[in-house]
């Protein structure tokens, strides 16, 4: 049975960092697209970024140049982990952050296509 397990969140400044791990089981996950999403209180789950199985392939959201200068996903196949170095962060970033996983996706943006998820780490950013 395939599992993530989500890491790494917390109460931190404005201004500072947090790296979210994801570690997987349950699969070959050298070969799967894995993702970050995040959902804030009152709104969608929304696409942050994902990395398909070589890591040379990252796409990040669109909706805001703010998360691709200051998000960095990247996975470790070796110990089935995908991080989120998370830098800069701001009030707005306050979300749910949950990590997603599948063989293949028709976009990686939509939700729906993910088959796996995580129960979600909370990051909470506020002075």
């Known amino acids: 049975q395939v599992q993530l397990v989500e890491s790494g969140g917390g109460l931190v400044q404005p201004g500072g960092s947090l790296r979210l791990s994801c570690a997987a089981s349950?699969?070959?996950?050298?070969?799967?697209?894995m993702a970050w999403f995040r959902q804030a209180p009152g709104k969608e789950r929304e696409f942050v970024a994902a990395?398909?199985?070589?890591?040379?392939?990252?796409?990040?959201?669109s909706y805001s140049d703010s998360v691709k200068t200051r998000f960095t996903i990247y996975r470790d196949n070796a110990k089935n982990t995908v991080y989120l170095q998370m830098n800069s962060l701001k009030p707005e970033d306050t979300a749910v952050y949950y990590c997603?996983?599948?063989?293949?996706?028709?976009?990686?943006?939509?939700?729906?296509?993910?088959?796996?998820w995580g129960q979600g780490t909370q990051v909470t950013v506020s002075s």
């Open positions: 997603s996983a599948d063989r293949s996706v028709s976009s990686d943006i939509d939700a729906g296509d993910y088959d796996y």
């Open positions: 349950g699969g070959t996950f050298s070969t799967y697209v």
């Open positions: 990395t398909h199985w070589t890591g040379a392939s990252t796409y990040y959201a």
